[in-house]
T-cell receptor, first 117, second 115 residues
């Protein structure tokens, strides 16, 4: 019954390392999202993608990049991890409804908790 | 700019008490959607409800009810006869019509229901 799968629940990395967070969905959704969750700040959008090879910056894209080579997979990349990127990262997906794009429900993965030392 | 405020950072209640989680939003659009999500300790956000801006009818689903008032830009969530399983972080979110769909989430309210 798993619908959005994030490859790692917990990661510990060193400052300066390159980090890949993988997300796969099996619902044939067009839209995919990466959020960062920090206490007191809620969820903040890093990047989203509305189609293969398409990406758009969210509210906090600095220090991150993404890749979407296949419809079901959306990867978040930290080119050079820093301690201020220690956080919970949540992947989500939604169907693209051309008639009412604001209405779609997000389906979330269980999250990846990243610690950068 | 769009914004969602959840003024209650943490709430603790004893089992069987009723509890209301507040949500206040800001938007310039006349068409928008409001959502509530629940994040249990397992971490995965779970969808609870969606309302569109043209439907101000309150909704009840079992022990859960939602009060949407455009006049005060609020979309409050009430749990009646709370249970320990209701312990979670609850997020209110706003979505506007957009090609790629963009959500604005509130900071969340952590609810602890004590036995």
């Amino acid at each position: 019954d798993v619908k959005v799968t994030q490859s790692s629940r917990y990661l510990v990395k060193r400052t300066g390392e390159k980090v890949f967070l993988e997300c796969v969905q099996d619902m044939d959704h067009e839209n995919m999202f990466w959020y960062r969750q920090d206490p007191g700040l809620g969820l903040r959008l890093i990047y989203f993608s509305y189609d293969v090879k398409m990406k758009e910056k969210g509210d906090i894209p600095e220090g991150y990049s993404v890749s979407r080579e296949k419809k079901e997979r959306f990867s978040l990349i930290l080119e050079s991890a820093s301690t201020n990127q220690t956080s919970m990262y949540l992947c989500a997906s939604s169907k693209r409804d051309m008639l009412d794009s604001g209405a779609n429900v997000l389906t979330f993965g269980a999250g990846s908790r990243l610690t950068v030392l | 700019a769009q914004k969602v405020t959840q003024a209650q950072t943490e709430i603790s209640v004893v089992e069987k008490e009723d509890v209301t989680l507040d949500c206040v939003y800001e938007t310039r659009d006349t068409t928008y959607y409001l959502f509530w999500y629940k994040q249990p300790p397992s971490g995965e956000l779970v969808f609870l409800i969606r309302r569109n801006s043209f439907d101000e009818q309150n909704e009840i689903s079992g022990r859960y009810s939602w009060n949407f008032q455009k006049s005060t830009s609020s979309f409050n969530f009430t749990i009646t006869a709370s249970q320990v399983v209701d312990s979670a972080v609850y997020f209110c979110a706003l979505s506007e019509p957009y090609y790629g769909q963009n959500f604005v989430f509130g900071p969340g309210t952590r609810l602890s229901v004590l036995p």
